[in-house]
């Protein structure tokens, strides 16, 4: 299933946040969105996942999820979202208990998502317990537990130190690399953009606009964390970003 | 060169733990100091009673069976008047919080209703559902159900919104939504309202056996207090407070089983 940005375009009111965005979301691929800060990264993926309408344009669906696919658009989000209240795998429980899914094969599915996201050990544990990696990968777990045909994740791992986000990241290529899904990704980490991206868009301030679309050829599971040419592509991004922050601030001034 | 001393400990407090035994020791005080008072003579017995003559009022009223003669329909009454009010409040407040709706239209009348002193109105419920228990339902009832309906729609206004978001995304229904997701975030709102609303309930059931009941603990007060017998008097006073502490450690059982998931 793809999925095709048609000139979309969204306004809170008077401020013009998207402006004419087009842009293809091909199955199996993990697309990374970057841009500077507020220029509506977090409203776009909500437009596409249909939290929110469009002020105009639309979002096109082509083909149909995979039949075994029981929540077609699903986000991972910056702040987990977990139910307090409920264990790691009632958490996880939660989004399929309104399906029509026997217990066994729920439990099934649980299990298998636990064991992909190592927290097997982690079943009865409540979010209190867990520190913020785990619980980002719980929710990972959640979002993998419906299988979805295009996962929508804002900046997920934006709220872990460096270290545990290596750690995410290395999760992530190796999930992918077992069974690759689709993903728009959502970051302010460049470093992160080109370590999962296989084509990245580079949004301009607000209202944004799509700067520039690269592609990194390079396969996931090879990308190194100190990589030439990963670093370049990083420079050459920062630059582009950079730009757009000074114009940004130029038209402070200006005003 | 320079003198070497610890840093000073700024941290702590603002952390409150839960404390055995303190509670009671402020009673125990209060208790010993009034008997103490009330013995010396500093305290004449016609501005307090003796603590240890209101118990034994206390022990009187236990083997003459009487205690449970004015407790039973007591606690009938609020047990019945409180399930009423707090299940339509919490029911009228989900319904606030969810609807915009209901809430622009029920807001500004439960507001106007919360400030009327309720047994204010106990005649006229007498005069709606007559003398007997009806009456008396309806009056704790109706002051249980104000308070209740305030808390829970701030609890639900309170609830985490990217929660619900993430019940969305994931395609839950909206009943789902409500009783997965909102009412148990709502829960701590609501039972610390419940507090409230019982012990306004305990007020109410007072005011209401002042009218009308031949037993009930309001009565036994009300007797008591025109006859200025003030060991019976102080000797229901107690019941009361005994109650109200009670039911505020039944609430804070339930806070424990359904809240352990707090920090
Ligand atoms: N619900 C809303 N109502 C009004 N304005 C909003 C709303 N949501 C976002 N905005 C505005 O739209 C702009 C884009 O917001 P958005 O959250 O999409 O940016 P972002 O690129 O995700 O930023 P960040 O990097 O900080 O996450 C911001 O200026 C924000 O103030
Ligand atoms: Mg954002």
């Given at each position: 299933m793809d999925l095709f940005l048609e000139n979309i375009s969204h306004s809170y009111g008077e401020t013009e946040v998207l402006q004419d965005i087009s842009l293809s979301i091909p199955s199996g691929k993990i697309l990374c969105i970057v841009g500077p800060s507020g220029c509506g990264k977090s409203t776009l993926l909500r437009l596409i996942g249909g939290l929110e309408r469009p002020t105009s344009g639309?979002?096109?669906?082509?083909?149909?999820?995979?039949?075994?696919?029981?929540n077609p658009l699903t986000y991972v989000f910056q702040d987990f979202a977990l139910l307090p209240w409920r264990s790691v795998e009632k958490n996880i429980s939660l989004?399929?208990?309104?399906h029509d899914i026997d217990r066994a094969s729920r439990a099934e599915i649980i299990t298998g998502?636990?064991?992909?996201?190592?927290?097997?050990?982690?079943?009865?544990?409540?979010?209190?317990?867990?520190?913020?990696?785990?619980?980002?990968r719980v929710a990972l777990a959640r979002a993998l537990a419906?299988?979805?045909?295009?996962?929508?994740?804002?900046?997920?791992?934006?709220?872990?130190?460096?270290?545990?986000?290596?750690?995410?990241?290395?999760?992530?290529?190796?999930?992918?690399?077992?069974?690759p899904f689709t993903a728009v990704?959502?970051?302010?980490?460049?470093?992160?953009?080109?370590?999962l991206g296989h084509s990245i868009v580079v949004l301009s301030r607000r209202p944004g606009c799509i700067r520039e679309i690269i592609t990194i050829d390079k396969p996931l599971e090879e990308r190194e964390v100190w990589d030439g040419e990963l670093d370049q592509k990083q420079k050459y991004l920062w630059n582009l970003m950079r730009e757009e922050a000074m114009a940004a601030d130029q038209e402070l001034l200006n005003v | 060169m320079s003198e070497r001393m610890p840093v000073k400990f700024r941290g702590g407090g603002f952390a409150p733990t839960s404390k055995r035994g303190i509670g009671i020791l402020v009673f125990v005080a209060l208790i010993g100091f009034l008997e103490y008072g009330t013995r010396v003579g500093f305290i004449s017995n016609l501005t307090m009673p003796r603590p240890s003559d209101v118990f034994s009022t206390f022990i009187d009223l236990w083997s003459s069976g009487l205690l449970w003669q004015h407790l039973a329909p007591s606690l009938m009454r609020l047990l019945v008047g409180a399930s009423l009010?707090?299940?339509?409040?919490?029911?009228?407040?989900?319904?606030?919080?969810?609807?915009?709706f209901i809430r622009a239209g029920l807001v500004p009348l439960v507001s106007a209703l919360f400030p009327i002193p309720k047994i204010a109105l106990l005649p006229l419920f007498v005069i709606w559902f007559g003398i007997d228990e009806t009456s008396k339902y309806a009056l704790i009832a109706f002051g249980t159900f104000t308070p209740t309906v305030v808390s829970t729609y701030g609890a639900v206004d309170n609830v985490d919104r990217s929660l619900i978001r993430m019940g969305q995304s994931f395609n839950l229904s909206w009943l789902s939504i409500v009783t997965k997701i909102v009412l148990p975030g709502a829960m701590p709102g609501i039972l610390s309202g419940l507090r409230i609303s019982l012990a306004i309930g305990i007020i109410l059931l007072v005011a209401a056996e002042m009218l009308g009941a031949e037993y009930g603990i309001g009565a036994y007060i009300l007797e008591a207090g025109s006859l200025y017998d003030l060991e019976r008097l102080f000797t229901g006073v107690a019941i009361l407070s005994v109650m109200g502490v009670t039911i505020s450690a039944v609430v804070g059982l339930i806070e424990k089983r359904l809240l352990n998931w707090r920090v």
């Open positions: 639309q979002v096109i669906q082509l083909g149909s999820p995979p039949k075994d696919t029981i989004v399929l208990e309104d998502v636990l064991a992909r996201t190592k927290l097997t050990d982690f079943r009865k544990a409540l979010p209190r317990q867990l520190s913020g990696g785990m619980k980002q419906v299988n979805p045909a295009v996962m929508l994740m804002d900046e997920p791992l934006s709220a872990l130190d460096s270290q545990t986000r290596e750690l995410l990241m290395d999760d992530l290529v190796s999930l992918w690399t077992r069974q990704y959502v970051t302010h980490n460049l470093n992160e953009a080109v370590r | 009010g707090i299940s339509a409040g919490i029911g009228i407040g989900v319904l606030v919080g969810l609807f915009s």
